[in-house]
């Protein structure tokens, strides 16, 4: 396990609710969380259970109505929306259930992506996606479109693409939850490599236990509350 | 850096079949659109370059033709000695005085009678008029009664071709050759000597007197000398204003319809660019939510669907500018309002058509992409994610 150091998550009295009508239905009360640097935190839960919208607040792309969520020395809960966006882009790696790939785009251009809004020249980004491709063992797919991979590889790309800008977070909602077994081992070995290897933090939401044994903490939600395992 | 164009285009590339025929439908306006700007032009080509802007045309005053004016025998023997009338190489004043009349023929296919200009031309005519050559044949013979058909009323119109004979001014007239004038308003007219017109015709006056400047700045200081002369009843104008003139009001009528069918189909072609690009993003739900998560800012979003809806306006543009491009081989001819009689032009497609249907088409994608580029861009990220 990597060296847990000071947090790199601060979450203090979070809440968020969702309003349906006049109808106001709380998904998150009173969150109180932090997460080391380094750390690979599992979030579970039953469905409804407001993991995947901490997963979210934590990832800056909903809003909270309530407490605060500070990120290293980022506090991003009082951030703009533009703002929000710019760190979204240097800080935080996305990797999705269903890969959310660029069909359009290949392999290299879909990994590019995220650099696209740094002031790197296009041989640095190449550099880059180049690097991070070789970390997911498809550089030699690098011209090939989502199509033409499976869904453990175009995982390995998502995730790729996570990391091409360096983020300090990564924020995964059901990375295994669309592909086979021996599929799903592959990206969770990777993901502990991330942590391991390049001290990444990683948040992930999941159902799957044998997911959540890769994580050094399992955090469960249970109607918006949280508790330790 | 933005979302890169290649996303744009290779979206429009992956649903081809819907660009296509989004694209076609723009095409459609947009080639009504170039068809009627190069109507518009070929007919003002046509008639501008019938004249020369060194040539000076005198009509009687108030007359908008050639066919409506007649110049007195004595106006004209005051306006043939004027300083600034060019001599040319033969010592003689570069200087004709025509007579123009409408005369009535039938067409080769269908046998539609239309009015056919005649032109009673002297020695200085062909001088001032180097765009007219002899094709075929010969040119009449001074005091004969012999005519030559421009190209265009040679083939069109019975009687007219070499070797035959036309009937009018109650005298049979051979038609002893066939002149090419380029694309002018010459090639709709019969050519034959003046003087056996006026008899055949019982006309005293000739229509018009036609010279060519010795300077041709000359022009204003001329005008203003014979219009303000109080024995002449006389207006000049050069050769290419009087034309343009004559060109005005049929173009401005083509334009007009031209406007009016175009706004009338772009309504049409721009909702269904909408409909498209509504599709496109809807389509596209999850890899906006995607891209905005990964920091795009939402301006990127509403750039990355313009451009797709101004790539699609663009195809429709480059697919309608090279159907009307395709127009140029027809020539048509209808009834020049100023004169009342036939005119042969052909579409005429210049650069600037081009530029400004692509301009339209663009136009089009933009109006049409506008409103779902803005509704992509306005998403709310977690819920486009949810989309999956």
């Known amino acids: 396990m990597a060296e847990v150091s000071e947090p790199i998550v601060r979450i203090r009295n979070l809440s968020k609710a969702y309003r349906r009508g006049t109808q106001v239905i709380p998904v998150l009360t009173g969150i109180n969380f932090d997460i080391a640097r ?4 599992a979030l579970m839960g039953p469905s409804g259970s407001g993991k995947s919208t901490l997963l979210n607040l934590i990832a800056g792309i909903d809003s909270a109505d309530q407490g605060s969520i500070q990120i290293g020395d ?67 797919r690098m011209d090939h479109y989502p199509s033409q991979l499976s869904g453990g590889q175009q995982q390995r790309v998502a995730i790729a693409r ?7 977070i990564l924020v995964a909602d059901e990375p295994t939850g669309d592909l086979d077994r021996v599929s799903a081992e592959e990206i ?29 903490l399992i955090r469960h939600l249970e109607k918006g509350e949280l508790s330790v395992t | 850096m933005g979302i890169p164009y290649s996303y744009s285009f290779r979206n429009l590339w992956t649903r081809r079949l819907t660009t296509v025929l989004t694209a076609s439908g723009m095409a459609l306006v947009v080639f009504v659109f170039a068809a009627t700007l190069m109507l518009t032009e070929g007919l003002q080509k046509t008639l501008v370059q019938t004249g020369s802007s060194d040539n000076v045309v005198l009509l009687r005053k108030s007359s908008n033709s050639e066919v409506q004016s007649a110049v007195e025998r004595d106006q004209a023997s005051l306006l043939e000695s004027q300083p600034e009338i060019a001599v040319g190489a033969d010592g003689e004043p570069l200087l004709a005085k025509e007579l123009v009349v409408l005369i009535n023929l039938k067409k080769r296919v269908g046998d539609k009678p239309s009015n056919v200009i005649i032109r009673g031309i002297d020695a200085a005519s062909l001088k001032l008029r180097p765009a007219v050559r002899l094709k075929e044949g010969r040119m009449p ?37 066939v002149f090419d004038a380029g694309s002018t308003g010459f090639s709709s007219e019969i050519w034959g000597d003046r003087d056996q017109m006026m008899q055949a015709f019982r006309r005293p006056v000739y229509s018009s007197i036609i010279f060519r400047l010795r300077d041709t700045t000359a022009f204003d200081a001329y005008k203003a000398r014979v219009e303000g002369d109080p024995r002449l009843t006389v207006e000049a104008k050069r050769e290419t204003q009087y034309y343009l003139d004559q060109s005005e009001a049929m173009a401005k009528f083509l334009r007009i319809l031209g406007l009016v069918l175009t706004v009338i189909f772009s ?21 906006i939510g995607t891209l905005r998560a990964l920091g795009f800012p939402r301006k990127s979003i509403l750039a990355a669907f313009i451009i797709e809806a101004l790539l699609l306006g663009l195809c429709g543009g480059i697919l309608g500018v090279c159907a009307a491009s395709f127009m140029q081989l027809i020539t048509i001819s209808t009834m020049n309002w100023a004169s009342f009689s036939e005119l ?24 049409g992409g506008a409103l779902p580029a803005l509704r992509a861009s306005r998403m709310n990220i977690v819920e486009a994610l949810r989309a999956t």
Not at chain 1, 201 to 206: P, R
């Open chain 2, 267 to 287: 309504i049409g072609a721009v909702i269904g660019a909408t409909i498209t690009m509504y599709a496109a993003v809807a389509n596209r739900v999850t890899e």
């Open chain 2, 344 to 367: 042969a032009f052909s579409f005429t497609l210049n650069f600037s058509i081009i530029w400004k249907s692509l301009l339209f088409s663009v136009v089009m994608g933009f109006v």
């Open chain 1, 38 to 41: 380094g750390e690979f935190v």
């Open chain 1, 74 to 140: 980022v506090e991003i809960t009082r951030l703009g929306e533009s703002e929000l966006a710019r760190w979204r882009a240097g800080s935080v790696g996305f990797i999705f259930q269903f890969y959310n790939l660029i069909p359009v785009l290949t392999a290299y251009e879909n990994v590019e992506l995220p650099l696209l809004l740094t002031h790197l020249s296009r041989r640095e980004r190449h550099e880059h996606v180049e690097a991070v491709l070789n970390v997911v063992g498809l550089a030699d």
């Open chain 1, 162 to 168: 996570a990391i091409v800008t360096d983020p300090e």
């Open chain 2, 141 to 177: 013979r001074p005091g004969s009664a012999e005519v030559v058909a421009g190209e265009s009323v040679s083939r069109r119109f019975k009687g007219c071709g070499l070797g035959e004979t036309l009937r009018f001014g109650m005298r049979d007239w051979r038609v002893v050759g």
């Open chain 1, 188 to 216: 969770l070995l990777l993901m502990d490599r991330l942590v391991h290897e390049f001290g990444k933090t990683v948040i992930m939401v999941t159902h799957d236990p044998r997911a959540a044994e890769k994580a050094h």
